[in-house]
Nanobody, 121 residues
């Protein structure tokens, strides 16, 4: 069982930055892939970024590639999403998720409650 709690959301101007954090409980954190998803109003939840269990491999949606960076600290059981050059279309509720496997291709088994990110243009 993994419990996830996101923080760091808020309001930012277009072109600005925000950093999201996800604190995880459970002894299996260092052995599982982690990811960030987002859901904008009226749209389906979409994948944003994923990171492997060791942090050696990352993967990004085309829409955020070059602007967002996912990282993790297994000693602190945290995963972060640094968001730079924010755009109005980045406005969404952002969710932290834990994978059932060591990478980010398997089933996303656990979810956080979400944190709102609003980007004003």
């Amino acid at each position: 069982q993994v419990q996830l709690v996101e923080s760091g959301g808020g309001l930012a101007q277009a072109g600005g930055s925000l950093r999201l954090s996800c604190a995880a409980s459970g002894s299996s954190f260092s052995n599982i892939g982690m990811g960030w998803f987002r859901q904008a109003p009226g749209k389906e939840r979409e994948f944003v970024a994923g990171i492997s269990w060791s942090g050696s491999f990352t993967f990004y949606a085309d829409s955020v590639k070059g602007r967002f960076t996912i990282s993790r600290d297994n000693a602190k059981n945290t995963v972060n999403l640094q968001m730079n050059s924010l755009k109005a279309e980045d406005t969404a509720v952002y969710y932290c998720a834990a994978n059932s496997g060591r990478y980010y291709q398997g089933k996303w088994a656990y979810w956080g409650q979400g944190t709102q990110v609003t980007v004003s243009s």
